[in-house]
């Protein structure tokens, strides 16, 4: 492209603020006043998320639910046997079958994905599980034409907080990710599900209802046993680790062996509903006051994906709207204005942009939005994305380093998933430059980390969570009623109705 700018080749953008005029610079300087995590408040932040985690395990409970997820410790990698998993994340739905054969740590896997169409999210429940069900008849029906089946046993990754009794079972706490579907809050979400299976007449049993995070641990450990924390940085954010039964003071009364390992489903996005630590801007208010469920996802809510490309948004019309600060003088910023309109790859993008003179960003906003921007406008862009990641990669790194030092782990690898995690440009750069200032890893003379020669705590790409991981889990399930092991599970007898017997 002979037209275009030269590429940049340093990283940083120090020298190309000279032209910039007085207003946006002192916009500039508060929006890092405003987006900037120093050590001293990750910190901070960290250990307010240690006692926190504590508490929500508590009897008294507090605002991060950490729910039991009755998936009780790592696989063995000797599971084996066929399932069916089916993956609601948020924007697309996945249904997979998974065979895990007599190979150590393997799988093979089929999968279709089928697009959750945007009115579901604001419908019924029952327009929901219908459409569900007809997505998992119609994989049946392509892959499995004219058998003879019974009782496929299914993993079910329902990414949303639900209270599970059992691990069959899951009373849906509430939506998160901007999801606003009547009658299934309050609700064990299994029967209305298994309701619209048995409409159809569709061969399948539900073994395990799990959450994304639970099952990137338990998949990303089945191929490396240092995976300590399952983590999704996507849409929504949120983490799982194994407890020990004993450390979990809210089933105190089922007297459990207070050795027996137990995964827990933190549900950190609810970190800090009380609004005690974390830096919040305007921004992040009007995000909460204007979401359906005003008050919850705090934590989330400053830094899963569905949220990066709002902040920005608001941001920039909020600028426009200040007299003393020119931004898109003159220009017609009705596209602009509509909420939501920006996703995170939006940002993804200018972060990327190659060239000196952001021209890619330049003609995205043209093309996107009708706004022609000035080079010192378009500075103001690039930098304020850059605030936006950060922060959310920095705040993300406390969730990480205070379930390590809950659990005293010094040394840990984290598995984990998500747009945000495996798209975000330098995501996982200043998530661990994050955990190294708040865990104070030394160095050595030669720059090189005291002890392994890399990173002590590694958050690293995950194994796939809600395909691998929920069959890992059903087989793990199955395979401990057949031990005769049914804690935590509701009427174990007919979960094995039909189902050849595991190997051991
Ligand atoms: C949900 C969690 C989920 C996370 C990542 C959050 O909004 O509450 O259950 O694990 O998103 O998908």
Same mark, same amino acid.
């Given at each position: 492209m002979a037209s275009r700018a030269t590429p940049r080749r340093q990283p940083s953008r120090k020298g190309s603020m000279a032209d910039v005029p007085k207003d946006l610079l002192g916009e500039i300087q508060r929006l890092e006043e405003l987006f900037t995590v120093d050590t001293a408040k990750l910190k901070a932040i960290t250990d307010h998320? @240690?006692?926190? &985690?504590?508490?929500? &395990?508590?009897?008294?409970?507090?605002?991060?639910?950490?729910?039991?997820?009755?998936?009780?410790?790592?696989?063995?990698? =000797?599971?084996?046997?066929?399932?069916?998993?089916?993956?609601?994340?948020?924007?697309?739905?996945?249904?997979?079958?998974?065979?895990?054969?007599? $190979?150590v740590g393997e799988f093979d896997i089929i999968?279709?994905?089928?697009?959750?169409?945007?009115?579901?999210?604001?419908?019924?429940?029952? $327009?929901?599980?219908?459409? @569900?069900?007809?997505?998992?008849?119609?994989?049946?029906e392509y892959h499995h034409e004219g058998e003879n089946l019974d009782n496929l046993p299914l993993g079910f990754t329902f990414s949303y907080p639900a209270t599970q009794e059992y691990i069959n079972h899951g009373v849906?706490?509430?939506?998160?990710?901007?999801?606003?579907?009547?009658?299934v809050e309050g609700e064990d979400v299994v029967p209305q599900f298994e309701a619209a299976l048995k409409e159809r007449g569709l061969p399948i049993k539900l073994t395990a209802l799990i959450n994304d995070t639970t099952g990137t641990l338990i998949a990303s450990n089945y191929t490396d046993q240092?995976?300590?924390?399952?983590?999704?940085?996507?849409?929504?954010?949120?983490?799982?680790?194994?407890? =020990?039964?004993?450390? @979990?003071?809210?089933?105190?009364?089922?007297?459990?062996?207070?050795?027996? %390992?137990?995964?827990?489903?933190? %549900?950190?996005?609810?970190?800090?509903? %009380? =609004?005690? @630590?974390?830096p919040r801007t305007p921004y992040d208010v009007i995000i909460d006051k204007d979401s359906p469920r005003p008050g919850q996802q705090t934590f989330e809510k400053m830094i899963a994906g569905l949220y990066l490309g709002e902040l920005f948004r608001l941001v920039l019309v909020d600028l426009h709207s200040k007299a003393d600060v020119k931004i898109f003088e003159g220009q017609d910023i009705s596209k602009l204005q509509k909420p939501y309109s920006l996703d995170a790859s939006v940002l993804?993008?200018?972060?990327?942009?190659?060239?000196?003179?952001?021209?890619?960003? =330049?003609?995205?906003?043209?093309?996107? &939005?009708?706004?022609?921007?000035?080079?010192? $406008?378009?500075?103001?862009?690039?930098?304020?994305?850059?605030?936006?990641?950060t922060r959310s990669a920095r705040l993300s790194a406390c969730g990480v380093a205070a379930i390590c030092k809950k659990k005293g782990y010094k040394t840990a690898h984290v598995g984990a998933d998500g747009s945000v995690f495996n798209k975000y440009p330098h995501f996982k750069a200043r998530g661990a430059q994050a955990l190294k200032e708040i865990l104070d890893w030394e160095k050595d003379r030669e720059g090189k980390r005291l002890g392994r020669g890399h990173d002590p705590v590694e958050i690293l790409p995950a194994e796939d969570g809600s395909g691998v991981g929920a069959a890992l889990i059903a087989a793990l399930t199955l395979k401990r009623v057949q031990e005769g092991n049914v804690v935590g599970v509701r009427n174990p007898d007919g979960m094995l109705h039909g189902v050849p017997k595991a190997k051991s």
């Open positions: 998320f @240690v006692s926190e &985690l504590a508490k929500g &395990l508590s009897k008294e409970g507090g605002s991060i639910p950490m729910n039991p997820t009755w998936c009780m410790g790592y696989p063995t990698g =000797h599971e084996q046997g066929t399932f069916l998993a089916l993956d609601m994340g948020g924007t697309n739905l996945r249904v997979c079958e998974i065979n895990l054969p007599e $190979e999968q279709s994905k089928y697009r959750m169409p945007e009115e579901l999210k604001t419908g019924t429940g029952e $327009e929901l599980w219908g459409y @569900v069900a007809d997505c998992l008849q119609q994989f049946i849906l706490q509430r939506w998160t990710k901007g999801f606003d579907i009547s009658g240092e995976m300590r924390i399952g983590c999704i940085f996507g849409t929504g954010c949120n983490a799982a680790y194994m407890e =020990h039964c004993g450390e @979990v003071g809210k089933l105190a009364h089922m007297n459990l062996d207070p050795d027996q %390992e137990i995964a827990i489903n933190c %549900e950190w996005g609810a970190f800090d509903n %009380e =609004h005690q @630590v974390l993804s993008d200018i972060e990327n942009d190659p060239y000196e003179n952001l021209q890619e960003t =330049h003609d995205a906003f043209k093309s996107h &939005l009708s706004i022609e921007c000035t080079k010192p $406008e378009l500075e103001l862009i690039r930098r304020l994305t850059e605030l936006i990641g």
